[in-house]
Nanobody, 125 residues
């Protein structure tokens, strides 16, 4: 069974940082690319960035590329999303999911095979 579990969210002040984790089971990170998405209540899930499978290249949405970093630990089957210089608009639920082809990773949610239930990030003074 393919599963994703996000963790690491919480309350943080503007300008602070959080490190979110995505632990996958049922497959290898070298078989699927992993994407991180951000969703505000009542809005569509929007891509944050991706990391490839066999070739672990990363890509980020332009609006966040200077404040986020994605990395992975293959033996632990875990992908990390580092969020820096957090702003009020970063508040929301962060999800991770798997996609078969890295070329599809940044193209929205339609190609993803599975998702976790998300972890809540709240940025507030």
């Amino acid at each position: 069974q393919v599963q994703f579990v996000e963790s690491g969210g919480g309350l943080v002040k503007p300008g602070g940082s959080l490190q979110l984790s995505c632990t996958a089971s049922g497959f290898s990170l070298e078989d699927y690319a992993i994407g991180w998405f951000h969703q505000e209540p009542g809005k569509e899930r929007e891509v944050v960035g991706c990391i490839g499978s066999r070739d672990p290249r990363t890509a980020y949405v332009d609006s966040l590329k200077d404040r986020v970093t994605i990395s992975r630990n293959v033996p632990e089957n875990t992908v990390i999303l580092q969020l820096n210089d957090l702003r009020l608009e970063d508040t929301g639920i962060y999800y991770c999911g798997g996609v078969l082809y890295v070329a599809d990773c940044m193209l929205g949610t339609r190609f993803y095979s599975g998702w976790g239930r998300g972890t809540q990030v709240t940025v507030s003074p």
